[in-house]
């Protein structure tokens, strides 16, 4: 562990009390895994406390538990994970928040780094992560007829509909997917002496 960011979770276990589930050191980086409600509150402190000083949002994504495990997750099915840089510093601090319910909502932090703009509506897009008070909530890499979420581990692989230009209607119209799902079977051949013994078998049969 590093002894750096091993002072720094002392830090800020002291400057976030009361607004985090945990407060570790993972992968060589801090990460702090906020109260769903303290969000805000945390992004925050976190951009403005002069021994933390994350100024800068560097990436934000989704992610789905569902599957996690194996199965054997049983927190909330989603979470969002912010990836935070202090340039003043030069640390770096992962934040999580987990969040449930059918669609998940969590609090926007456009208004705490800016950057969060795109990325939000990426984790939206993906996740069907709701986040409130986002200034213009909508798809981003899909297209706006899109069906479902394609990064929730529930979606199909050959997704819900297809789409195509009809020169009848003179517009692109979407129908049901006409793929087959099917179950690819791994081949594999492996070159080494595990198989000289048959190999030289053939041979002498030949």
């Known amino acids: 562990m590093s002894d750096y960011y091993s002072k720094l979770a002392d830090v800020a276990s ?15 980086e801090l ?21 933390l000083l994350c100024e800068e949002l560097i990436d934000l994504c989704g ?9 054997a997750w049983k927190g909330p099915r989603f979470g969002v994970a912010y990836q935070l840089l202090s340039i003043r510093h030069n ?12 669609p998940p909502v969590i609090d926007s932090v456009i208004d705490v780094w800016n950057s969060a703009n795109w990325y939000e509506r990426e984790a ?36 819900n509909v297809e789409m195509r230009y009809d020169p009848e209607k003179q517009r692109v119209i979407y129908e049901p997917v006409t793929v ?3 179950i690819n079977q791994l081949r594999v051949i492996r070159d080494d002496n595990r198989y000289l013994g048959k ?7 030949a």
């Open 91 to 102: 640390h770096r601090i992962r934040l999580k928040v987990l969040v449930d319910g059918e």
């Open 63 to 71: 992610i789905d538990y569902s599957q996690y495990g194996d199965g």
């Open 199 to 205: 190999e030289l078998e053939e041979n002498s049969d």
């Open 124 to 159: 939206f897009d993906l996740f069907g992560i709701i986040f409130e008070g986002h200034p213009d909530l909508r798809r981003i890499l899909t297209d706006y007829g899109f069906v479902g979420h394609p990064f929730r581990k529930d979606f199909p692989l050959s997704g």
């Open 31 to 51: 990460m702090v895994t906020a109260k769903h409600d303290k969000l805000l509150e945390i992004s925050g402190r976190l951009r403005d406390d002069k021994e």
């Open 180 to 182: 087959q799902p099917r």
């Open 14 to 28: 002291e400057k976030l009390a009361g607004l985090f589930e945990s407060v570790d050191v993972e992968f060589g």
